[in-house]
């Protein structure tokens, strides 16, 4: 205790140390003398607990632990808050769940593992226990420790990386790499302990240069590299000697720590061969800087050639950033990625969350909650702050239940869903044959709302009449019902048709609509083709049992009708709120119409164009010898010209083929510095052994400033063809 004393006392004021001191001395004789849940066990629990910035009451809850699994009857004690009894409660649920289960669950487990906590801390508390048996792994026999580093890997390790829980990632992740894989983790300690200090004394110079060099570039700039961690470089050396499809079938299912270096050796690869084993990262304010970076990166180093631009081209969970790889003075590749500070904040905290790019998913809005809590726990390391203890109370699944069947399945539900949108999520059948449900063993109403944790079990008969119209009352989710929906247009769809014809009917006399000029089979067939009908029958049948209105119906075949007269595309002026153009194109005959560059040929100022009348969307600006047009309705196209006053900048795009040469991309981005082009994308692509198609998108005023630049990029000995695209 007198270690942990000095931590406690640099993390908490003087009434809290008071309370977390007398909580120990409470329980200081409570512990085992022996096994896991020691004296030294509870210690170890606290002080991972104060590393990770939680409150006071958090580290009495962490001292408690150990000597509650001793003797459960402790947390009757009336010395307990009611906020600390709160936490136990939640600790035990999520001790309750199997954790022992299929992998294609793995992901809803770790969900419902953070729902039943409803406070972040109580998932951090659980983590910290977790991490600290990592110093006593003695105590555990070997079906235990093979089951504790399971859930490591499946749970823990994933968990803490969702939540930017470095330090407890990283431990999690390098013992698991040790116990399932030891020889291989011995031997890669021992080859990096002087790889990594040979390097090191490399990556400082690099940076030191870079540093003076960026300065000149953004005065804010921020150079600094980092180390990967065991477990990451034994995974990506694995890698380099397995195909796509062997790396998908080891790792798809997140036991890839279980899994690691299974095939092949590493020995047979040479680390240097992994670039980013130490790498360099460079911060600055904008995208041009990132250009111009890249740029002087390549001038001070030789480039490797694996070029990669993700800000013209970003990844699909929005990540943006360049990386490159160059040739150290010593023959030593080293990876460096540049970026601009916005683009870092999302690419840690945003939609792009380092979890979700590692385990290629998509962030929905409870990850969005997730990475905002890791950007407040990461951006205010050095403060003890009331929000963040106010923000670790966050439900992250707010509105969102998971429950299970007794089988062990876990489906997530929104909030005040019932046993009857249980029935339905597991088979139409299930639910159309429903009579009654047991809730965590016993029978309750099927209108009784599921709770977070809940294990159901739906009574079914095949004798039942089918589902009852009650329950589009008591159910949440869609899927529920479209189900009940469904059966009832299947056994009433006569029914249907006559009442949905009555009120199509009714409808358009109420909007002074002509059906009879609206429903000809023309218009009818693309409202079959948009909602899935078969016949005009299946339309009314749906309208009948409220599948869908009558008046989208109606909205459509009118909009339809429209259409084939141009005139209707032309609104009064008083209409034309939402259809104004900036003033830089000229329709003939009209005014205050909405206007949009066509992407297919990016039209600039001094382009012969041609407008095209879309349907309800204005106009679409094409150059007159665009390729596009053959395919359009010549009545639709419209003389336009270029405002003669116009002054803005528009998005140019230019291949260029070139020479596959060292120093092609630096030379190409100095010489657009030079000419003072605003650079908004670059990407690289091999056309052939030899040569490279690059593909550059920049600010431009007209056609004159791209021609010019076209013909100023031909003058350089390493282009082979320079053309505009589109």
Known sequence: MINLIDEIQKNYNKEECEKIIKAYEFLKDSYDSDGLYTESFALKIASNIINNRLDYLSCIVGLFYPAIKVNPNLILNENFSIEIKGIFDRLEKIENLNLSTHQEQLENIKKMFIALAKDIRVIIIKLCIEESKLDFLDKFNEIELSKYMQEVTDIYFPISQMLGLSQ????????????????????????????????????????????????????NAVVYGRQKQLYSIAKKLQSKNMTVSSINDIYGRNNYLKDIAEHGDFREIKLNQIMDILAVRILVDTVEQCYTALGKVFTIFKPLGNFKDYIANPKENGYQSLHTAVILDNGDPVE???????????????????????????????????????????????????????????????????????????????????????????????????????????MMPLSTPMNNGDTIEIITNPNAKGPSRDWLKIVKTNTAKNKINAFFKKEMKEENIKKGKSILENNAKIKNLNLSKLMIDKYLNEVFEKYCFQSIDDMYASIG?????????????????????????????????????????????????????????????????????????????????????????????????????????????????????????????????????????????????????????????DKSELDTLINKLRQLSFVIEVYRKG
């Open 336 to 442: 460096i990625q540049i970026r601009t500070f916005e683009m870092h904040t999302y690419a840690e905290y945003g939609f792009a969350a380092h979890w979700a790019y590692k385990e290629k998913k998509k962030v929905d809005a409870s990850g969005v909650k997730i990475n905002y809590i890791r950007s407040i726990m990461d951006l205010h390391k050095d403060k003890s702050s009331d929000e963040l203890l106010e923000l670790m109370k966050t439900d992250v699944y707010s509105g969102k239940i998971f429950v299970q069947s007794p089988m062990g399945k876990i489906i997530d539900f929104p909030e005040g869903s019932t046993p009857v949108d249980f029935a339905y999520a597991i088979h139409s059948n299930i639910g159309n044959t429903c009579v009654g449900a047991k809730i965590n063993g016993r």
């Open 168 to 219: 407890i990632k990283n431990n999690f992740g390098n013992a698991t790499f040790k116990y399932f894989k030891p020889h291989m983790y011995n031997e890669l300690v021992e080859t990096l302990s002087k790889y990594v200090e040979e390097r090191n004394s490399q990556i400082k110079k690099v940076i030191s240069r870079l540093k003076s060099e960026m300065s000149n570039i953004c005065k």
């Open 545 to 701: 049992y409220g599948g869908i209105t009558a008046n989208q119906i109606l909205n459509k075949l009118n909009a339809l009708y429209k259409s084939d007269n141009l005139d209707n595309i032309y609104k009064p002026d008083n209409e034309l709120a939402d259809y104004k153009n900036d003033g830089e194109i000229e329709v003939k005959g009209f005014s205050n119409l909405l206007t949009k560059i066509a992407k297919c040929c990016n039209p600039l100022p001094g382009d012969d164009i041609i407008g095209y009348i879309s349907r309800g969307n204005g106009i679409t600006i094409h150059r007159k010898d665009c390729e596009a047009l053959k395919n359009y309705e010549f009545e639709r196209l419209i003389e336009c010209s270029w405002h003669s006053n116009a002054n803005k900048t528009f998005v140019g795009t230019i291949n260029i083929v070139a020479s596959d040469i060292n120093g092609v991309i630096a030379n190409l981005t100095k010489k657009l510095n030079d000419e003072k082009v605003s650079l908004v994308g670059l990407i690289v692509k091999r056309k052939s052994d030899n040569n490279l198609l690059i593909t550059i998108q920049l600010n431009i005023k």
